[in-house]
């Protein structure tokens, strides 16, 4: 009947389309050069070798920039300055999670490179992302109870033991304003009430976790971003994506720059925590870059880690940016004590994550 041989040449029609896509697919995943007119593997080197010291550069740049702004009033902790500046930098690093890190967890565990079962039939990113931001609570909860349980605030001479573990910057921070501000002042009476010294330790020891945590999710994803890059031989990818990348180095730096601050590292520990920031993102192009021969990103194993690494950092950026920051200081007292000041810090939330929304286009 004509009814069932028009079925029949329909049905053929879409089994050679759906056997012509499959094999797409394989030639795809097998050779993602090919039919690519933006590969060019002498043009992406040179584009690879100009991108790593841009990016060390303005790495740099970002993270020491909150630093050394110490010798500026209007820069310090506790100023209004420094936290506008801190909420447009929480606002890229949530912005960073949501619309960069995310949407290439995303696109690796739902490539057509991988098999269906298990990876089609469940949305491995999005759990992934709440055990990681779920973790990321345990590790923050669990560091921060060690750190009370060691170095617990007593009155009189314990208070002076424990403020002898601090950094030398810290100690004289205190003493000299102490003895500045003797009459009153709320860091001078730290050296005498032992529950306000408890308090400022605590929030200190609090700091201290909430760097660490964030400069462990910022190296996980630099690590990944800089491997894809520095594998790439496509030039279309690599040239608007290293501008991005300054971009978005220069300002997450600037917020864990702000946090490096207020946790009142010693000149060691800084340099040590600015160093790792600065190269993680080199490192991982410098690998991805020795790795070009056997590294290939849309293979099944490639797809797998690096989706699974991107949606475990995009839980960790999620709770370090809303809870720790930007919650923090919303609903701390200096925010809350004035209206004006929360609209202005929202107001630079909204532009940081604006901003880094817009480099999503080109990275």
């Known amino acids: 009947m004509p009814s069932s041989q028009a079925l029949a040449l329909v049905s053929l029609a879409l089994l050679l389309f759906c056997a012509r896509a499959y094999a797409q697919a394989d030639d795809v995943c097998a050779d993602p050069a090919a039919g690519d007119a933006c590969h060019n593997v002498p043009k992406a080197l040179r584009l690879k070798l100009i991108a790593v ?4 550069v303005s790495s ?4 020491c920039l909150p630093l050394f702004a110490r010798s500026v009033p209007a820069l310090q902790p506790g100023r209004s300055l420094f936290s506008v500046v801190k909420a447009f930098a929480s606002g890229v ?33 999005a ?7 779920l973790f990321t609570l345990a590790v923050d909860s669990l560091m921060l109870t060690f750190y009370n349980r060691n170095n617990k605030v007593g009155s009189g001479p314990s208070s002076a033991a424990v403020a002898s573990h601090e950094s030398p910057e810290q100690e ?3 003493h000299s304003h102490g003895h500045e501000h003797a009459h009153g002042h709320a860091h001078g009476m730290m050296l005498d009430k032992p529950e306000d ?13 909430v760097v660490q945590v964030l400069e462990m999710g910022i190296v996980v994803h630099s690590v990944v971003i800089g491997l894809g890059m520095g594998a790439s031989q496509s030039v279309c990818t690599i040239r608007p994506l290293v501008a991005a990348i300054c971009f978005h180095q220069m300002f997450e730096g600037m917020g864990l720059g702000g946090c490096i601050l207020q946790a009142e590292y010693g000149v060691k520990m800084k340099a040590g925590l600015v160093f790792f920031f600065s190269t993680t993102m080199p490192f991982g192009v ?5 790795l070009t021969k056997v590294y290939r990103d849309n293979s099944p194993t ?6 699974l690494l991107n949606a475990a950092s995009t839980g960790l950026l999620h709770y370090m940016a809303l809870v720790e920051l930007l919650a923090a200081d919303f609903l701390g007292p200096k925010l809350q004590g004035s209206v004006r000041l929360q609209l202005v810090c929202l107001a630079a939330v909204l532009l940081g994550a604006g901003a880094m929304s817009v480099m999503a286009k080109w990275a």
């Open 286 to 290: 410098a690998l991805g870059l020795a």
């Open 302 to 307: 490639a797809l797998i880690v690096v989706g």
């Open 172 to 174: 004289g921070h205190w």
């Open 93 to 125: 690093i949530l912005a960073t999670g949501y619309m960069h890190v995310l949407p290439d967890s995303f696109d690796s565990l739902s490539s057509p490179c991988l098999p269906k079962k298990p990876w089609g039939d469940f949305p491995f990113t």
């Open 60 to 63: 740099v740049l970002g993270v």
């Open 127 to 133: 759990f992934v992302a709440m055990l990681a931001a």
């Open 197 to 209: 010294a408890e308090a400022g330790q605590m929030q200190l020891r609090r700091n201290r976790v």
């Open 53 to 56: 010291p841009a990016i060390l």
